[in-house]
């Protein structure tokens, strides 16, 4: 090879390389986000294996990283999505309760995706009040939606589907990536279940899976909340005595009338009339096949059975249901993530798997969530990103569902918006916990008065305390030691052994509403205004 054949090679090699490594930067990763709603910790069997195991969900843990202490901003549906798809704060993005609709004029990270480039996929539930921004396509269940033959809502406009939601949901994303997704594109799906939501409706092939079983009690379900304020006293979410006999308990309002039952909630009967008119012939038989001997066992027991009792068999029957419908989300994430090892999707996507907030399974004799106490709190977040997080990973840091939108932009190669919250979760998942600074984080709660009666609430988390201030109808701080107190039962508050870890945590907790632009003039704001921005 003369000198200028040698030149000429060199410089097309050198080309080569750098169109090379131009096109694995520019291999810009997928995104799939897997959230469903209510799914507690303690029903994945990655975190605790005492009620379920889930071992699809699992897999995304084995082959990526568990963290074991996520938290939610604001323990609710709608307000943790906004949060999620802004980046921001409930009281910056202005969507602080489930009441009113998202205000769209807010910036997300789908459509700061889509404009980069993206293709953009939603099926599920959103809980907004109107549609998502940002997305090429979506199927979105209306509200709270229905287990039983559910209704979407598309651009086109609404379609009832004959099925269960769970498998519908599936059906749809797998529908998408197999028939329209765009292969020269890297893509943003947001795969959003129902279940486990109130009223814990199982696919018919799940009814009975658990109905045979006892479940491990919770330590504090019979807690008479003694040692903590007004709040806990005064929720209504005590499984004996708030929830519905007809659509929580599966009891027919031929049941609850004979044993002169009521339900707590008004719409208890109307919910279970309305959920069971859904079901089809054949859905109607499976049904009454799993229930009516419930009831008739029901019927036999009860007028023996004292309020201990009540409030086991009360416990067995929602974890019975709650863990039925998660047998469904997990074999359906199952599907998903098949479909993507088999069509070679798994390499260059991140996977994450996520609750719009934690749970109450039976601790505290609670169900629902909202407030900043740990299982409501603490969320389950499963990530996997083959070749960036090491396979069987856990990481311990304080990281919040605030967090997702700059992670996914950064991972993108997205500027974040300066307004933006959160901290990006990537240098957690390559493993360099060194660069994590945050040691506390920042909660606000607020639609009260409204369901289950959880008072307006703000505070600070750190890893060895909580401090908490209920506020609108009362002012009542509290103080909970994490490490000698994990069940939360004692406040501290008062306590003058705790007097100088309260004078630090109020001043850390002052810092950070000014960080986080929250004031006193909010709170008002939203207390004359709920659910409005400023
Ligand atoms: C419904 C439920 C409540 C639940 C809210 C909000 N009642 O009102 O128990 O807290 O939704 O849930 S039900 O009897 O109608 O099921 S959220 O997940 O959307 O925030
Ligand atoms: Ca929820």
């Known amino acids: 090879m003369n000198t200028l054949k040698r030149t000429a090679f060199l410089i097309f090699c050198g080309l080569a390389w750098i169109k090379l490594a131009f096109a694995?930067?520019?291999?810009?990763?997928?995104?799939?986000?897997?959230?469903?709603?209510?799914?507690?910790?303690?029903?994945?069997?990655?975190?605790?294996?005492?009620?379920?195991?889930?071992?699809?969900?699992?897999?995304?843990?084995?082959?990526?990283?568990?963290?074991?202490?996520?938290?939610?901003?604001?323990?609710?549906?709608?307000?943790?999505?906004?949060?999620?798809l802004t980046g921001k704060h409930s009281h910056i993005n202005g969507k602080i309760d489930n009441i009113s609709p998202f205000d769209t004029t807010n910036i997300t990270f789908p459509q700061l995706l889509q404009t980069a480039g993206y293709q953009t996929a939603m099926f599920g539930k959103l809980h907004f009040g109107n549609n998502p921004k940002g997305f090429d396509e979506f199927k979105i269940l209306p509200g709270q939606g229905h287990y039983y033959n559910p209704d979407f809502i598309t651009p086109e406009g609404t379609v009832k589907v004959e099925g269960y939601v769970t498998d519908l949901i599936t059906d749809m994303t797998l529908d998408w990536l197999e028939n329209r997704r765009e292969e020269d594109k890297p893509f943003l799906l947001m795969y959003l279940h129902k279940a486990p939501h109130r009223e814990w409706e199982p696919a018919e092939r799940h009814l009975q899976e658990f109905?045979?079983?006892?479940?491990?009690?919770?330590?504090?379900?019979?807690?008479?909340?003694?040692?903590?304020?007004?709040?806990?006293?005064?929720?209504?979410?005590?499984?004996?005595?708030?929830?519905?006999?007809?659509?929580?308990?599966?009891l027919y309002p031929a049941t609850v009338e004979e044993l002169g039952l009521r339900d707590f909630e008004k719409w208890g009967t109307g919910n279970f009339n309305h959920n069971y008119g859904r079901l089809n012939e054949?859905?109607?038989i499976n049904w009454d096949e799993t229930y009516v001997p419930i009831n008739e066992a029901f019927k036999r027991d009860f007028p023996e059975m004292d309020s201990s009792q009540l409030m086991q068999w009360r416990y067995q029957r929602y974890m019975q249901d709650y863990l039925g419908t998660i047998a469904g989300v997990d074999e359906n994430v199952g599907r998903l993530l098949d479909y993507l090892e088999q069509n070679g999707l798994m390499d260059n996507t991140i996977i994450v798997y996520t609750s719009d907030q934690g749970f109450y399974l039976g601790e505290h004799g609670w169900f629902d969530k909202r407030f900043i106490y740990d299982e409501s709190f603490k969320t389950p977040l499963l990530v996997q990103w083959p070749g960036k997080i090491a396979a069987g990973s856990q990481n311990t840091k304080m990281v919040q569902n605030l967090d997702f939108a700059q992670t996914f932009l950064e991972a993108a190669g997205v500027n974040a918006p300066a307004d933006m919250q959160g901290e990006s979760l990537i240098p957690l998942l390559q493993g360099n916990d060194q660069e994590w600074t945050r040691e506390s984080v920042y909660y606000h709660y607020y639609e009260y008065p409204g369901v289950h009666a959880v008072k307006r609430h703000y505070g600070?988390?750190?890893?060895?305390?909580?401090?908490?201030?209920?506020?609108?109808?009362?002012?009542?701080?509290?103080?909970?030691?994490r490490k000698n107190d994990p069940m939360e039962l004692r406040n501290v508050y008062h306590d003058p052994a705790y007097a100088e870890t309260v004078k630090i945590l109020h001043e850390q907790l002052s810092d950070l509403r000014i960080k986080y632009k929250d004031s006193e003039e909010l709170d008002q704001f939203y207390i004359s205004k709920s659910g409005k921005m400023p």
């Open 460 to 481: 600070i988390v750190t890893e060895d305390f909580k401090l908490v201030k209920f506020y609108y109808d009362v002012e009542e701080w509290e103080l909970y030691d």
């Open 24 to 84: 694995q930067e520019v291999k810009r990763p997928n995104i799939i986000f897997m959230m469903a709603d209510d799914h507690a910790y303690q029903a994945i069997s990655a975190y605790d294996s005492s009620l379920i195991q889930t071992p699809n969900i699992d897999r995304i843990a084995k082959a990526g990283m568990l963290f074991t202490n996520a938290c939610v901003t604001n323990s609710i549906c709608a307000p943790s999505r906004a949060v999620i």
């Open 282 to 284: 054949k859905q109607k």
């Open 211 to 250: 109905t045979h079983r006892t479940f491990p009690e919770p330590p504090t379900l019979f807690d008479d909340y003694e040692g903590r304020g007004t709040a806990a006293k005064t929720a209504q979410m005590n499984l004996l005595k708030h929830m519905n006999w007809t659509g929580d308990s599966k």
